[in-house]
Nanobody
Framework: QVQLVESGGGLVQAGGSLRLSCAASGLTFSSRAMGWFRQAPGKEREFVAAINWSGENTYYADSVKGRFTISRDNAKKTVYLQMNNLKPEDTAVYLC??????????????????WGQGTQVTVSS
């Protein structure tokens, strides 16, 4: 079955960095757009970043632009989110998501077909 497994979350001080990974299995990865979303307690799921199948095109929320970088390794079936200069407002559960095969990247969470369980990121001030 399809699995997306996130890792790399944790507790970090403001200004620090983390790199999240999302390992995919059970699906065709190399032709699939992927995205990262986050959800804080009591808040809606929020778009963070997305990447097209080849990695050439990336998209970011304004709140993370210039601090976060999404990338992918199709040979490893893994998508990454490098997060630098973290802020307390970045605290959330971060979720990896995959679109239907060949569909373009999207900022809309409801357009993603597959989801991981999430990894907690906590940024202390």
């Amino acid at each position: 079955q399809v699995q997306l497994v996130e890792s790399g979350g944790g507790l970090v001080q403001a200004g620090g960095s983390l790199r999240l990974s999302c390992a995919a299995s059970g699906l065709t990865f190399s032709s699939r757009a992927m995205g990262w979303f986050r959800q804080a307690p009591g808040k809606e799921r929020e778009f963070v970043a997305a990447i097209n199948w080849s990695g050439e095109n990336t998209y970011y929320a304004d709140s993370v632009k210039g601090r976060f970088t999404i990338s992918r390794d199709n040979a490893k079936k893994t998508v990454y989110l490098q997060m630098n200069n973290l802020k307390p407002e970045d605290t959330a559960v971060y979720l990896c998501a995959g679109r239907l095969d060949t569909a373009p990247p999207s900022r809309r969470f409801y357009e993603y077909r597959y989801w991981g369980q999430g990894t907690q990121v906590t940024v202390s001030s």
